[in-house]
T-cell receptor
Framework: GIQVEQSPPDLILQEGANSTLRCNFSDSVNNLQWFHQNPWGQLINLFY???GTKQNGRLSATTVATERYSLLYISSSQTTDSGVYFCAVSTSGTYKYIFGTGTRLKVLA | EAQVTQNPRYLITVTGKKLTVTCSQN?????MSWYRQDPGLGLRQIYY???????DKGDVPEGYKVSRKEKRNFPLILESPSPNQTSLYFC??????????????FGPGTRLTVL
């Protein structure tokens, strides 16, 4: 089955810094989503982005489906950005989702 | 308020005692799904449903049952729980979009401990 790898596994930033999180997948996908799990365990959807680029405030995401990767950019990070970031993919012909193991981000004040 | 609700939020039980975790959504979504989250393993899909009476296995279905008799509800049933089913469980829902789904919305999670 498809493999989903996220990097880096852990990231520590000072408040105000920028960061790039990466999601690599081993097969073509028809769906890719990014989620943030906050320190209280709540999972929040960030982007539905099977291809192309989207922006939402300080966050943006780009998926290059032909090269099998997606990037999540966080600019001017804030302490509230701390938590774990997951990407999840689904392949053509299935409604099954595979999650990456996540990037744990800690933003220091 | 649009939301996905799960009950109970916390549950401690003993091996072999049947239990049901309920999931309900008020957004009229066709797609619903159950995941479990374990340290170091991320989220893994247990079962999903594309609509009423249509369900399919995810990556880790063993030991679980589901049913989808109404569009809004998707209960997860553990007929004979075992300690390796101790985990954090999430329910999610989404509209169907073409041959896939749109953004998934997650419930608050159910922390289950099986002794």
């Amino acid at each position: 089955g498809i493999q989903v790898e996220q990097s880096p596994p852990d990231l520590i930033l000072q408040e105000g810094a920028n960061s790039t999180l990466r999601c690599n997948f081993s097969d073509s996908v028809n769906n890719l989503q990014w989620f943030h799990q906050n320190p209280w365990g709540q999972l929040i959807n960030l982007f539905y982005i099977p291809s192309g680029t989207k922006q939402n405030g300080r966050l943006s995401a780009t998926t290059v489906a032909t090269e099998r990767y997606s990037l999540l950019y966080i600019s001017s990070s804030q302490t509230t950005d701390s938590g774990v970031y997951f990407c999840a993919v689904s392949t053509s012909g299935t409604y099954k989702y595979i999650f990456g193991t996540g990037t744990r981000l800690k933003v220091l004040a | 308020e649009a939301q996905v609700t799960q009950n109970p939020r916390y549950l401690i039980t003993v091996t072999g005692k049947k239990l049901t975790v309920t999931c309900s959504q008020n957004m009229n979504h066709e797609y619903m799904s159950w995941y479990r989250q374990d340290p170091g393993l991320g989220l893994r899909q247990i079962y999903y449903s594309m609509n009423v009476e249509v369900t399919d296995k995810g990556d880790v279905p063993e030991g679980y049952k589901v049913s989808r008799k109404e569009k809004r509800n998707f209960p997860l049933i553990l007929e004979s729980p075992s300690p390796n089913q101790t985990s954090l469980y999430f329910c999610a829902s989404s509209p169907i979009k073409g041959l896939s789904t749109d953004t998934q919305y997650f419930g608050p999670g159910t922390r289950l401990t099986v002794l």
